[in-house]
């Protein structure tokens, strides 16, 4: 039971209702200087005050939190979340570890309903849909009847465990991204329960949690295993942080937009460097944003390395929680509290924070980010010539003007009506054995003519392939929605169409969005240029772009032509996308419809036409950019809370699919043995009840040696997959065909499938192979094969593995089968220059050991080749956090290379994780002890 330690703990009356809190008022009557403390670590304090026990949350935690440093410290301090949030991709392998947990309780002889979740979590279906369909007013519906299709035991299981555990809601494919279903219809902002109130806080499977943090909740992305045992009652532990300030000044100019705002902020943030840190606003130009732009900016914390990008709660808050159709007793609770609490905005200017960084949103100008990594920003106005650098750099091309081309003169444009293949004005249909390509070069940059029929049209190097209205940093956002539709509205009035070879497509992030774009008549204006609704979920973003239209494929594939996609989101790493599509750029929603109409990303859309209307009169970007007055005019008309709640009152119903599945009964799973998409994980099956002595890592082999920026997506990747790799083969032996592969995400509830995917991204450079993608050395033949096939033969000679890379390892998506599938392959440890917080985090929760470089050493300054067979001591005595171990590398010819690392097990409860084997089997023994 929790202590009042301080006896700080007041009862308030909201509602008419008495209800108990823990006071940081009362903190502040005894000398500590909370309104010192930046929101968020109030925040912290408040939880660890309420969750006090003296066992999982110590009063030294409490200490560290009430007298917080701005240079932070190196104690680790628990969290105890409100509740969890899940998507499917990361939802279903974390459902199978708890289902697999109670199989191991059971086979143990004990009651399996000891494991149940004890916080309530939601998981949204939603990264599942792909953009199979497009174009057309029946892609919605034919892309959810594939998606059940592929993916209908997935979601048995996912409906299985909503009837079989507690505290477990699902909400249905087709619903929305989970992320701005959190926004918009889950977050309470402050939570009343068991007669108590207090601050809502979540962790989540998905690493762009931290949107909800515009709506002043703390919440930030974890892995599916920290998940999972925050699910079953453990605190999470994490070093106390260092809370950056970003001070807002001004307002956004006309023409700039939220979007350009988070790629200017994550370009700053990155540079100044943030990861593991917290992130504040604070300033006078907060107010000027509404709380979808500042959901727009925490979604992005995972981009600019943040744990959280927070904006406490003020009046904007409750004015979007109006909007959204929150009660007026649920308002009035978020009010009074934070009021009463010291967690309103105000008094910033007493806050101490460690760093400040200032930015003036009127400086803010129409900005890309791209193209690979979300912090590349470029301004628009000087894109074109960075496009031509980068072709020039990356792919050592040089570039022919567009009037060279003479594109708009060339093209015979297509409707793109009445099939899944473009049909000519004719409607004489073409297939793709009557394409013919015709191929030329000119200075190096390719361009192919291709000739469908009657019909010709050309693709070159920097053609845009894919122009996607997606994912929940944006379509949560109903100001660059709107002035999307208005872009559209006004493109079609001045004659101009979408480009034939762009895909298009449209995943708003929930149906409130197409409600509100239907009232403003803005839908049919997108539906005109193709800008069809595929699906509501995250398409794109997690590599569910579909394929490219066959014709489109065929050239980009024969002729190796070096393609962009254009997408709102907040992933364009390296293969995420689409595995053809070799350059990715984030923009707002607006901007992707204006590089859909021009075909093309080396165009200056500043100065230059983006198309040419049917009597070649130039048309540019400003003749068909709305105005902010405009926009908002629209805005007041269509945005209503009844469109909040028709969507939401609803939400846990799904279809007439969804509500016809068939789930087995029982708190057991019934695993079947020939599926391959669910099965048990082989973690926990026969497990001690104590756990064995740590021992000394001797005679490893490196398995991959890798650059700078590897993300988790390199290590596992999320999307389709080909017959010759490792996971296709497996699924071939099991009789299922390549068409039903489905992809890498929905098939994380399979280890089988998911181990062979581990470091098996097509764009993956390993610097111990000869060929780029999932290949490796099996240094004690040389030979060079598929990287799960190299660890299978070092696991037959009994040779532990390593992994040697440079900074920033393991950024992007919180992704747990990139830890799962390393501990799989036989890596007892990887050693990095840096690690993003989440992936780290993952490898000690799996039992890889995290070992990072001394400040100023690498690889290269150390000579290390990765050849060299390793011996680490220092593990199986004395082992304690952020120890220094002693590396002894040997080459081939005897010479021995010494040096030490810092062992990054960052606290003592990670220890006892890593001496368990991983986190899940730490709470495991826990329960069997109690039970």
């Not at 919605?140 to 477990?168: T, V």
């Not at 007493?350 to 200032?358: A, R």
């Not at 496009?387 to 003007?401: G, M, T, V």
């Not at 997108?526 to 794109?540: I, M, N, P, R």
Request: charged letters at 25%; aromatic letters at 8%; proline letters at 5%.
């Amino acid at each position: 039971m929790a202590t009042d330690i301080f006896n700080i703990k007041k009862n308030l009356n909201i509602n008419g209702k008495e209800v108990g809190y823990y006071s940081l008022p009362e903190l502040q009557k005894q000398g500590f200087n909370i309104e010192k403390l930046p929101f968020s670590i109030r925040i912290l304090l408040e939880n660890a005050l309420r969750n006090f026990d003296d066992f999982a949350v110590t009063k030294e935690n409490i200490e560290t939190i009430l007298h917080w440093k701005p240079e932070g410290s190196d104690k680790d301090i628990p969290f105890k979340p409100a509740r969890v949030l899940m998507q499917d991709f990361t939802g279903v392998p974390a459902v199978v570890d708890i289902a697999a947990l109670r199989e191991e309780v059971a086979r143990k002889g004990k009651d399996p309903n000891t494991i149940n979740p004890l916080v309530p979590v939601d998981l949204v279906i939603d990264h599942s849909v792909q953009v199979d369909y497009f174009g057309t007013e029946y892609a919605y519906e034919r892309n959810i009847d594939k998606e059940y299709g592929r993916n209908q035991e997935r979601y048995q299981f996912l409906k299985w465990a909503q009837n079989s555990f507690d505290n477990f809601s699902v909400v249905p494919p087709g619903m929305g991204i989970c992320h701005q279903v959190n926004l918009e219809y889950l977050s309470k902002g402050v939570i009343e329960r068991n007669g108590e109130v207090f601050p809502d806080t979540l962790v989540g499977t998905d690493s762009h949690t931290p949107m909800v943090n515009g709506i002043g909740v703390v919440a930030w992305g974890v892995g599916g295993i920290e998940a999972e045992a925050a699910i079953l009652g453990q605190p999470l532990y994490f070093i106390m942080p260092e809370v950056i300030g970003l001070k807002l000044t001004g307002k956004l100019p006309l023409g700039s937009t939220a979007t350009d705002l988070v790629l200017t902020i994550a370009n700053l943030l990155r540079k100044l460097g943030v990861v593991g840190k917290f992130v504040e606003v604070f300033g006078s130009g907060v107010a000027n944003l509404s709380v979808p732009d500042r959901a727009t900016i925490g979604n992005m914390s995972p981009e600019f390395g943040s744990t959280i990008t927070y904006f406490p709660i003020d009046d904007k808050t409750l004015e979007y929680m109006r909007k959204s159709n929150r009660s007026a007793e649920q308002i009035n609770l978020v009010e009074t509290y934070c009021k009463t609490n010291m967690l309103w905005r105000e008094n910033e200017d007493k806050i101490v924070y460690t760093d400040v960084l200032e930015l003036d949103l009127s400086t803010i100008e129409p900005t890309v980010a791209g193209p690979k990594r979300p912090q590349d920003k470029i301004l628009l106005k000087d894109f074109k010539n960075k496009f031509i650098d980068l072709l020039a750099e990356s792919f050592d091309r040089q570039y022919i003007s567009q009037k060279d081309r003479d594109i708009e003169k060339s093209i015979i444009r297509f409707d793109n009506e009445g099939g899944d293949l473009p049909v000519s004005k004719t409607k004489k249909s073409v297939g793709i054995e009557d394409t013919e390509m015709e191929t030329k070069e000119k200075d190096g940059l390719k361009t192919v003519w291709i000739t469908r029929g009657d019909e010709k049209f050309m693709l070159s190097d920097g053609a845009v392939a894919i122009a996607a209205i997606t994912s929940c940093t944006n379509t949560s956002n109903p100001f660059v929605m709107v002035g999307a539709g208005m872009v559209a509205k006004k493109a079609r009035e001045k004659g101009i169409d979408v480009k034939p070879w762009v895909k298009t497509s449209l995943a708003p992030g929930s149906k409130v969005v197409t409600d509100y774009l239907e009232k403003a008549d803005l839908l049919k204006d997108l539906e005109a240029l193709q800008f069809h609704l595929v699906g509501y979920g995250c398409t794109s973003c997690i590599g569910n772009s579909g394929p490219l239209p066959p014709h489109i494929a065929k050239a980009v594939e024969d002729e190796n032509l070096i393609v962009a996609s254009v997408l709102s989101g907040n992933r364009n790493f390296e293969a995420r996308i689409h595995p053809q599509v070799k350059m990715n750029f984030l923009m707002s929603p607006m901007l992707v419809v204006a590089y859909a109409l021009a075909g093309r990303v080396d165009i200056d859309l500043i100065n230059e036409p983006l198309s040419f209307d049917s009597n070649l009169e130039p048309v540019f970007l400003k003749d068909i950019w709305p105005s902010d007055d405009e926009i908002n005019e629209v805005l007041s008309r269509v945005l209503s809370p009844t469109d909040f709640a028709k969507n939401y009152d609803t939400i846990f119903e799904g279809n007439e699919i969804w509500r016809n599945l068939e789930v087995p009964k029982g708190k057991l799973y019934d695993w079947n043995s020939d599926s391959t998409y669910i099965k048990e994980i082989p973690f926990f099956h026969g497990i001690s009840e104590e756990p064995e002595q740590l021992s000394d890592i001797k005679n490893a082999n490196a398995l991959l040696v890798l650059g700078d920026s590897v993300t988790t997506d390199h290590i596992s990747p999320a999307g389709a997959f080909s017959e010759t790799s490792a996971s296709g083969k497996y699924l071939l032996s099991k009789g299922v065909s390549q068409e039903n592969f489905n992809s890498y995400g929905s098939r994380r509830g399979n280890d089988e499938v998911m181990v062979r995917g581990t470091f098996a991204n097509v764009r993956i450079k390993n610097k111990l192979a000869n060929n780029e993608g999932g290949f490796t050395k099996f240094l004690p033949t040389g030979e060079e094969l598929g990287v799960y096939d190299a660890a299978q033969k070092y696991k037959e000679a009994q040779i532990p593995l390593m992994v040697l890379a440079g900074k920033e390892y393991g950024s992007g998506s919180s992704r747990d089968w990139a830890a799962k599938g390393t501990f799989l392959l036989g890596i007892k440890a990887v050693l990095a220059e840096s690690y993003e917080r989440i992936h780290r985090s993952n490898l000690v929760g799996l039992g890889v050991l995290p070992l990072q470089y001394k400040a100023g050493e690498t690889a290269s300054t150390l000579g290390l080749t990765g050849k060299e067979t390793f011996t680490i001591t220092g593990i199986a005595n004395d082992i304690k956090p952020l120890k220094e171990l002693e590396i002894v590398a040997t080459d081939n010819n005897g010479k021995e290379l010494k040096f030490s690392a810092i062992a990054r097990l960052d606290s003592n409860i990670e220890i006892e994780y890593y001496r368990n084997g991983g986190i899940l089997q730490y709470v495991l023994r826990q329960f069997l002890q109690k039970a």
